[in-house]
């Protein structure tokens, strides 16, 4: 996972988009989140999605699992 297309969308929506992102994939639905990443294998693109002004350890956070995927 060391080559990626990295995405960056804002949507004032982040955080019930991404708990139903989650539900989708069935991860822990029930973890607060104010971010996500949605990783594509098949096109090694990642998309990052955040609510207006993340600070920079939601982006860091996020850009981690765009390169590690799921580690916690």
């Known amino acids: 996972m060391n080559r990626v297309?990295?995405?960056?969308?804002?949507?004032?929506?982040?955080?019930?988009?991404c708990q139903r992102v989650q539900q989708d994939y069935q991860r822990?639905?029930?973890?607060?989140?104010?971010a996500?990443?949605?990783?594509s294998r098949s096109?090694?693109?990642?998309?990052?999605?955040?609510?207006?002004n993340p600070d920079h350890v939601v982006i860091g956070h996020e850009v981690r699992h765009c390169f590690e995927g799921h580690f916690h």
């Open 5 to 17: 297309k990295l995405t960056w969308e804002v949507r004032s929506d982040a955080v019930t988009y």
């Open 28 to 34: 822990d639905a029930a973890m607060t989140v104010a």
């Open 36 to 39: 996500c990443s949605i990783w």
């Open 43 to 52: 096109t090694n693109e990642c998309t990052i999605v955040t609510g207006p």
